[in-house]
């Protein structure tokens, strides 16, 4: 074998596997968006510990997915699809992939992910999700999970600071 190679170990997890808060987290978030005036007297120390944790989780879903990730994620939709690549030829697919993906978060890069790609209803009769993604279909379909967290990161971020502040 000549040039770079990168392969994937059979232990790399998916992405972070971000879950959206729940609880009163959730609650809180909700009422957040939703408008509601959230008081600093509202952030208990319990509450303050559970906005704290779910931070810390956000912010690692946050983080850039490492290729190694990206290649993990991309050998177990493989078996999923028509016309996977040569696994040979994942290695560079996933290394296109990862640059038009490279804003997608390692929390996106999830199984929920991957069969949010296979259950993608038919696009003019063809089962886009039945097929290896180009890059740009792939980003179409994490982007929202993409921003789902970004979202709840900067809501986390506004209630902490709240309770700084009161």
């Known amino acids: 074998m000549t040039g770079p190679h990168i392969h994937a170990p059979a232990t790399v997890p998916d992405g972070c596997t971000w879950r959206p808060a729940t609880g009163d987290v959730g609650g809180l978030l909700a009422a957040a968006r939703a408008g509601m005036a959230i008081l600093p007297r509202d952030l208990t120390p319990a509450r303050l510990h559970a906005l704290r944790t779910q931070m810390a989780h956000a912010d690692i879903a946050a983080r850039p997915a490492p290729p190694v990730v990206i290649a993990a994620w991309l050998k177990k939709l493989a078996p999923l699809v028509s016309n996977p690549p040569p696994p040979a030829q994942v290695v560079g697919q996933a290394a296109a992939i990862a640059e038009v993906c490279a804003d997608i978060p390692l929390g996106a890069w999830t199984p929920a992910t991957r069969m949010a790609w296979c259950r993608q209803p038919p696009r003019n009769g063809y089962p886009a999700g039945a097929r290896w993604p180009a890059p740009g279909e ?3 379909v994490l982007y929202p999970t993409a921003q789902r967290i970004r979202a709840e990161q900067h809501q986390l971020r506004r209630l902490l600071a709240l ?4």
């Open 138 to 140: 792939l980003h179409a």
């Open 163 to 166: 309770r700084e502040r009161g």
